[in-house]
């Protein structure tokens, strides 16, 4: 990790040295260089070029930050840095960061433990772009492990599917309970909880687009069958909270008292290239702990 005093001295230094380099009768033209304090992410390499040669400005990365763009000043950041060609100088750039205060997440707990219900899963869904009324095309089913599925739709509030803070629709599907309407002819029974009234140590769930249901075919859904293990899940109030987003269902996260913004382990680059700018209005409302382990559970 860089020092910040050093980097300082050392940009300060760079900016007094020419870069004209020349071998007496055969100039050379002067190549430039940018430099870059990170703050903490990972190092990133110098841009070396020619005045108005094209570059483009990396993206750095941070556990628990979101990336807000490079500056000439550090700590007030009020020059932000949007060139994409190679000025005639020796810059140094400085990484801003955010991060999700206290108050958004207490305020988001709060939010959160107004409809929580101890053995309740509440599955929070993002999709890019998307209406209340476009969530209506979608649903979920939700097995126990080895067992048959449930059609679930997305919780109702005021006449209109419910939103969270994030902008994604909030399924509720209360575990302790039988239902009596599983299955593809909604005839079969099930249950999520064992025998003796603990939840089942795993349960499935897929996000499904309505209309493939009516065909023959396989259904058309967002990420496949995922998998997630009851008690990584399970929060003080006995309920459960699972966080995801369209491209990247896959890679599910549980709400622990929201002490970071998820998106320090989540990369953009794995949404499709229309979905990257939505991204970044939404990961801070996106939190769980990283106390837990976020592979894929399959």
Known sequence: MKNISKFILICLSASLVGCNENNGSNPIEARYTISFYEDGAEEVKDIKAKKGESITLPTPSKDYATFAGWYYDYGTY?????????????????????????????????????????????????????????????????????????????????????????????????????????????????????????????????????????????????????????????RDDGSIHLFTVQDIVRKVGYCDRLKTAIYGRLSKDELSEGNQKEFENIKNWLVFSYERNLTNYQ
């Open 78 to 234: 009020t020059k932000k840095c949007v060139i994409n060609t190679m000025p005639e100088e020796n810059i140094c750039l400085y990484a801003k960061w955010e991060t999700i205060s206290a108050e958004e997440a207490l305020a988001y707990e709060k939010e959160l433990a107004s409809y929580s219900k101890q053995g309740h899963l509440y599955i929070h869904y993002k999709r890019f772009e998307h209406t209340k009324e476009d969530y209506a095309d979608w649903n979920l089913w939700v097995w126990a492990k080895e067992s048959t599925g449930r059609e679930f739709e997305w919780m109702v509030e005021d006449n209109a599917i419910k939103m969270d803070n994030y902008g994604g629709a909030v399924a509720e599907i209360d575990l302790t309970k039988t239902y009596t309407d599983a299955g593809n002819n909604k005839t079969e029974t099930i249950t999520y909880l064992n025998q003796d009234g603990s939840l089942v140590e795993q349960i499935g769930f897929l996000i499904v687009y309505k209309d493939s249901k009516n065909g023959s075919g396989h259904w058309q859904s967002d990420g496949g069958n995922q998998y997630f293990y009851t008690a990584d899940g399970l």
